[in-house]
């Protein structure tokens, strides 16, 4: 097993490597006091984490308001900061706590509610990587994270959450076929890197014009949100190929 970290940060590293995954890919750094005001000031929104962590754990987003006053979301709480002088203590906290800053991407919306999308992406020992299921996840009323068990959210097909979003004028195939690819050379870019690793859980999403996002990549999904479809078939594809121990 190599000793490469799997942080966000690293992961993110090796993507953007790939001049064909740069434009899927949030502009991120690594939190400091000049990457807080120079993302912030470039897009007017944006997303700091932990570096470490997963299922939404300490995400939260800061963004400008026209008065220059900062308003900061974390879960379904928002809190006010008047001015620049009033956040910096908050931000110089989270600079103590390994955060990456990232643009937000404005996430395609389900009857007004952002989702996201989980990508399976597997292999065997010495076969090609295939994409073996993927899902919406719609966030709960009023959080920014789709994070299930911390949002109250729910779990749909991708077919269904492209209906009734800012998406459903457009060709579904089409869609699910860009983000087939881009998983796909996400999975590639990584592999190389971590060849231990046979199972990717890969966090996407589509912004409101169509466009494909990778937010993170996860290699030890839970695999229990599959259930949460009405057709569980691809929970077992999926269970089985990650158990199997199939050489090719």
């Known amino acids: ?22 434009a899927h890919l949030p502009e991120t750094e690594w939190l400091s006091t000049g990457s807080f005001v120079r993302l912030l000031s470039k897009y007017g929104q944006v997303i700091i984490k ?23 979301q974390d879960g379904s709480r928002t809190r006010t900061y008047t001015n620049y002088e009033a956040i910096s203590p908050f931000i110089k906290r989270k600079m103590n706590n390994t955060n990456i800053i990232q643009q937000r991407i404005p996430l395609a919306t389900k009857h007004g509610r952002p ?23 719609v966030a709960g009323k009023g959080y920014i994270i789709t994070n299930i068990r911390r949002s109250g959210g729910r779990v749909v097909t991708v077919e269904k959450a492209i209906q009734g979003s800012e998406l459903q004028g457009m060709q579904t195939s089409a869609l699910l076929a860009e ?3 881009v998983a796909l050379l996400t999975a590639n870019q990584l592999g190389p890197s971590y060849r231990w690793v046979k199972t990717m859980g890969i966090d996407m ?15 030890a999904p839970m695999l229990g949100l599959f259930l949460k479809l009405p057709n569980k078939s691809a ?14």
């Open 50 to 72: 932990p570096t470490g962590s997963y299922g939404g754990n300490g995400v939260i987003q800061v963004r400008t308001s026209g008065n220059s006053s900062y308003e900061v």
């Open 205 to 219: 999403a589509f912004d409101k014009q169509g466009h494909v996002w990778i937010i993170e990549v996860n290699f």
């Open 115 to 137: 989702f996201d999308l989980r990508v399976m992406v597997q292999r065997h020992t010495k076969s090609d990587w295939q994409v073996t299921g993927m899902l919406a996840k």
């Open 179 to 181: 983000l087939r690819s």
């Open 235 to 248: 929970y077992h594809a999926i269970k089985s190929f990650h158990t199997s121990r199939k050489q090719t």
């Open 1 to 22: 097993m190599s000793n490469l970290s799997t942080s966000k940060w690293t992961k993110h590293k090796i993507l953007r490597r790939s001049k064909k995954l740069q």
